[in-house]
């Protein structure tokens, strides 16, 4: 079963840290092993195949969840979210590609060479410019490797389509989403309040989204976030540099 990198205290990447293991109720502590003899002989109940770690306190109020594991549910469940919500709409990407892009009718036509940049409107686009008129945030941090993967090269090429209707789209490397512990979850947060965080299959089908107000995931949905938006590039400068070594 996948493990869930839920949050750290750590500030130097190393421990001790948090997992949820997906398909659980059961969370994953990493930290220093418990070496104490004087403690180690207070423990009770003791099985050979267990061990002991210690952990802040901290770390368990900050990022150990506090209810129940979600339900996986269709990505669809989610969809009236995108217009009731009040304030922001803020989505991660991490994979390195998506199988809904390689299924668009737009696929073959890039890798034909011809120009998706200036798509027609469809319902999404209709929706973030009416959202955005009325005041609202369309944001996305989109994490690509270097060199780009033709996923991520594609979702370039296409961008400005949906920054035109009003999503702010920023690109951040990898290398600094791993320096900074970014999840390597994709997730959608709205107002800074509701999480809907993806399941995909590996071959980057979506299969759904756990939804959760849960105020640990939330909160480090948020750090993740801010972290992601501080550090990313906007779309066009980051397409310039792209163009700039190729």
């Not at 809904?100 to 940049?117: H, I």
């Amino acid at each position: 079963m996948a493990l869930r990198f839920l949050g750290t205290t750590s500030d130097d990447g190393d421990c001790p840290t948090l997992y949820e293991i997906d398909g659980t109720d059961e969370i994953l502590v990493q930290g220093d092993r418990e070496t104490d003899p004087q403690h180690l002989v207070q423990l009770r109940d003791v099985k050979p195949s267990e061990t002991f770690v210690r952990v802040p306190r901290s770390l368990l109020t900050r990022y150990a969840p506090r209810s129940a594991a979600p339900e996986l549910q269709p990505f669809a469940s989610i969809s009236h979210l995108f217009r009731e919500f009040r304030h922001t709409a803020f989505r991660l990407e991490t994979r390195r590609g998506y199988a809904s892009d390689r299924q668009a009718p737009l696929w073959p036509k890039w890798l034909a060479g011809e120009d998706v940049a200036a798509e027609p409107a469809n319902a999404w686009r209709q929706n973030v410019r009416a959202q955005v008129e009325n005041g609202k945030r369309f944001e996305r941090v989109r994490l690509v490797d270097e060199p780009l993967t033709q996923g991520q090269q594609f979702l370039l090429a296409r961008a400005p389509s949906n920054v035109d209707a009003g999503e702010d789209i920023r690109h951040l490397p990898r290398s600094e989403a791993q320096a900074l512990r970014l999840p390597d979850h994709d997730f959608w947060l709205f107002d800074s309040k509701i999480m809907a965080r993806f399941a995909f299959d590996e071959d980057d089908t979506t299969l759904g989204v756990y939804v959760t107000e849960d105020p640990a995931e939330v909160l480090a949905a948020c750090q993740a976030r801010d972290a992601a938006w501080h550090h990313a590039v906007p779309t066009a400068e980051f397409a310039k540099r792209v163009a700039s070594t190729v």
